[in-house]
């Protein structure tokens, strides 16, 4: 997609205040006034038209990586995706599944509670619950590929069976409870 990860005012067709720039009063106006740039309002729609959103990443600086991130910055607007009456259970996007689908580098036992690197599940907590929760979607359980590198073909062809075969059924998964991860 070559997305432009850079949060600015040029995400926005129309300009609230042109001497002061904050970006939530800005995404506020932009939804007021259909003033969000075609790249940003494309994505915007395939979030409102999904029934299930899997974002696929490696985990990076134990977190999504910058690109990731920059276009959750700029395409989960305030006024558009959340807004105070508009969050968790009353969020906007209620309804609908998510999923993270991601690679570490290390072993599970790494990523164990008391493992080299912490727990998985507090890693991806803020992604979870601060995100994708936080704007009403349903977290189904992460799909977590430990160490691909490190594994045989047949290890890695396994894994992606597996996942095909998760995948053939997703729409019957429950979410994941709150305050599991």
Same mark, same amino acid.
């Given at each position: 997609m070559k997305f432009d990860p850079i949060s600015?005012?040029?995400n926005f067709t129309s300009t609230k205040?042109?001497?002061?720039?904050?970006? /939530? =009063? *800005?995404e506020i106006h932009a939804t007021e006034v259909g003033g969000f740039i075609p790249e940003i309002e494309v994505e915007i729609q395939?979030? *409102?038209?999904?029934?299930? %959103? !899997?974002?696929?990443f490696p985990l990076w600086w134990f977190s999504?990586?910058? !690109?990731?991130k920059g276009w959750v910055d700029r395409v989960f607007a305030m006024g558009r995706v959340y807004d105070g009456g508009h969050i968790y259970e009353t969020g906007r996007f209620r309804g609908k599944?998510?999923?993270?689908?991601? %690679?570490v580098g290390a %072993?599970?036992?790494?990523?164990? *509670?008391?493992?080299?690197?912490g727990d998985i599940d507090a890693?991806?907590? @803020?992604?979870?619950?601060? =995100?994708l929760e936080f704007t009403g979607?349903?977290?189904?359980? @992460?799909? =977590?590929?430990?160490? @691909?590198?490190? /594994? %045989?073909?047949?290890v890695r062809q396994e894994i992606l069976d597996n996942f095909s075969r998760r995948l053939k059924t997703i729409e019957s998964e429950l979410p994941i409870a709150i305050g599991k991860y």
């Open positions: 600015n005012r040029h205040d042109p001497d002061y720039f904050k970006q /939530q =009063i *800005e395939k979030l *409102e038209w999904c029934d299930l %959103t !899997i974002w696929q999504m990586p910058a !690109i990731l599944k998510a999923m993270l689908s991601l %690679t %072993t599970k036992d790494a990523y164990l *509670e008391d493992g080299f690197n890693i991806l907590r @803020p992604i979870q619950r601060g =995100i979607f349903n977290v189904l359980s @992460p799909h =977590i590929v430990y160490a @691909p590198v490190r /594994q %045989t073909d047949e």
